[in-house]
Each structure stands twice: as structure tokens, then as C-alpha cells.
């Protein structure tokens, strides 16, 4: 019997990072664990780390130290590899991570077999076997001075990231698009609500003129420090809400909203994915590629940045009146990502390691 697949991720969350990098790696790991992969965490030991949900995902975790150089993160690392499988030898490492780069990873070379990385910005260099990239927009052409000439590479939200649930949820979802109203909004801006950008999202609905029986849920990340300033808020606002905080299964929530405000990260894939209508809104730099390509290919409306929200949130509420529009958004958005980006990118990594 042949031994199983050993796998490797270096990834990290946290308050500043945000949680997508952990939670996008752990949809793969459980791809790869149903091809009979096992799989090893190693990430930075700063507060919201989430190796507790790594844990109960049934994954090894080694935490590495606080604050590390790039080159001690390498050596630590090596490290970790070599003691998760006692000398047996990592098959495939694969690294999440805007800070790490072919430095990096050509120093990760000898302690592992294959080597992947997921990127979403094009910035700098990769010395690895495969990457994805899996934004809308995105061109295989934007790498070719970025990977080794023979790199695989996975490109665009085909392959997104995404749980096997959003999948499941696609077909139901999809047949109750398309009413032309909208009724049930849903608020959510990733793990740790950067910016405050709920509050601001919320006080500036609270401006807007609504549908009369509207309703808001909220949902907030385990990361996120805000809880307390929108629980003081939501009471005092002109529409019925609720709020939900670290919400294990999205998929249900989404597929019975009318309605989306967002961010242009892993998320919006999961949006995607269900045909759920969307507002976008920009809480960092590198969201804006995706939001404006999202924006674009008329899946979603563009909010702009938090201080944009007072003049463009009531002209987008406007445009979505207008007859058709959400179905519209609808159809565009499902055309973008069928939810089996998990088992194509698995699928892939368990062909680089055979060939």
C-alpha cells in the first residue's frame, strides 16, 4: 500500500491579515484529506492564528514564533516540516503568504518535494511547481516574469476556493433569483472587519431609504474587535437586523438573502457561486483589482472605499429598483465560478505529485 499524500501549508491569520489565507487553505486541505492527503498547518503564533479551528479540522499545527524574518521563517519552517513527519519527508508545501516570496521558497526546496503557492496580487517572484491565482481578471501573461517557465498555472476563479457546501446550495439558491425585489440583506465584511466597515455600512443604510419590511443580518468573524460598537448601534437603526458572529456555515445564510454588501475577497467567490446579488465594498488595496473586474463583467456594483459609502450606497440601492438589474447581477455573478474550484485545484496538485 502506497503511504498517503503528505502536505504541508504555510499560511497565517490574524486582526491585520484577516482569516481568508487560513480558511482558503483549510477548503483545500479537506479536498486533499478526501484524496487521502494528510495535512500540516504551519503558521505564526499571533492572536486570532485560528489553529484552533485547524485542530478541529483534524489537521497538525506547529506554530512558529511571533515576529520572524523572512529568513528565520524559512529555517523555522524547515524545522516544522522535517519534525511533522519525523524524517519521512514532506511530499508538497504549499505557502500562502503576501510576505514570502521565491526567497523564500527556493530555501523551503530542500525540505519538501513539490511546491505550490496561491498569490492574488502578481507582485513578485515564485520558485515553486504550481500556483493559483484565482481572480477574475487575472491573466496567465501576468506571471510569465514571476514562475519558473514549466510552473502549472491555475488561473482565474474557475478555481476558486470554495467548501463543498456553496456547491450543494447552488441549484436551490439559484431558482429563487430573479423576483426583481429585494427584501433580505445580508452584511458581511470577512473575519475581522477591517476599518470598522460594518458600523460605517450600517450607519449609512440608516440613511438610505428602504424597502419597509427590510431586514439586515450581520455577520461578524472571530477576528473581529467591533462586536461591542454594533451591538450599542443596532437598536437604534430605522430596520429590523440581526447579528450573528463566527458563523460556521455561510452557504445557508447566502443562499436565502436577496441581497449582499461585501468585500472583494474569497467571499465574493462564495456570493458568486449562489448568484447572490452584490455591493462591494474596497477595505484595502489589493480588494480593488477584483472589485473593479467584478464590477465590470456586471456581477456586482462597486461602493467604493468606506469614504465613498454616503454618496454611492443610495445610487447603487437605486440602480437595483430598476427593472431587471438584480436579475441581471444574478446571472452574471453565477456565470463567474461553478463552487468545484476546491477538487480542480486538489485534482491538480495530486497530478504534480504523480508526474
Request: glycine share 10%; with cysteine.
Amino acid at each position: 500500500m502506497s503511504s498517503p499524500l503528505r502536505v504541508a501549508v504555510r499560511a497565517d491569520a490574524g486582526p491585520a491579515l484577516g482569516s481568508g489565507h487560513v480558511m482558503r487553505c483549510l477548503t483545500l486541505a479537506a479536498a486533499l484529506r478526501q484524496r487521502g492527503a494528510q495535512v500540516h498547518f504551519v503558521c505564526r503564533d499571533g492572536a486570532g492564528h485560528l489553529g484552533g479551528r485547524i485542530a478541529a479540522d483534524g489537521h497538525g499545527l506547529t506554530l512558529l514564533g511571533k515576529t520572524l524574518t523572512a529568513e528565520q521563517d524559512a529555517h523555522h519552517s524547515r524545522a516544522a516540516l522535517a519534525e511533522a513527519w519525523r524524517g519521512a519527508g514532506c511530499d508538497l508545501l504549499l505557502v500562502d503568504h503576501y510576505q514570502l516570496d521565491a526567497s523564500w521558497e527556493q530555501a523551503l526546496r530542500p525540505a519538501c518535494r513539490r511546491l505550490a503557492a496561491i498569490d492574488d496580487l502578481a507582485d513578485r517572484p515564485h520558485a515553486v511547481d504550481l500556483l493559483l491565482d484565482q481572480n477574475l481578471g487575472r491573466m496567465v501573461g501576468d506571471y510569465a516574469a514571476l514562475l519558473p517557465a514549466a510552473a502549472v498555472r491555475l488561473i482565474g476563479p474557475r478555481y476558486a476556493l470554495l467548501r463543498p457546501e456553496f456547491a450543494a446550495a447552488r441549484t436551490t439558491s439559484l431558482a429563487r433569483r430573479g423576483t426583481g425585489s429585494w427584501r433580505h440583506l445580508l452584511l458581511s465584511l470577512g473575519g475581522a472587519d477591517p476599518h470598522q466597515g460594518t458600523l460605517h455600512c450600517l450607519q449609512a443604510l440608516a440613511a438610505c431609504p428602504l424597502p419597509p419590511d427590510v431586514q439586515v443580518t450581520v455577520v461578524l468573524g472571530a477576528l473581529a474587535s467591533t462586536r461591542p460598537s454594533i451591538q450599542a448601534l443596532l437598536p437604534t437603526l430605522p430596520f429590523a437586523t440581526r447579528l450573528l458572529t463566527d458563523v460556521a456555515d455561510m452557504a445557508p445564510l447566502l443562499a436565502e438573502a436577496d441581497l449582499a454588501i461585501g468585500a472583494a475577497g474569497g467571499s465574493a467567490w462564495e456570493r458568486c457561486c449562489l448568484g447572490l446579488p452584490s455591493l462591494l465594498l474596497v477595505l484595502a488595496d489589493n480588494q480593488r483589482p477584483g472589485t473593479q473586474a467584478l464590477d465590470a463583467a456586471g456581477a456586482a456594483l462597486s461602493l467604493g472605499g468606506i469614504d465613498d459609502l454616503a454618496a454611492r450606497l443610495p445610487a447603487a440601492l437605486q440602480q437595483l429598483a430598476q427593472p431587471g438589474r438584480l436579475a441581471a447581477l444574478s446571472a452574471a455573478a453565477s456565470a463567474i465560478t461553478d463552487g468545484q474550484g476546491a477538487a480542480r485545484v486538489a485534482d491538480a496538485l495530486l497530478a504534480l505529485h504523480q508526474g
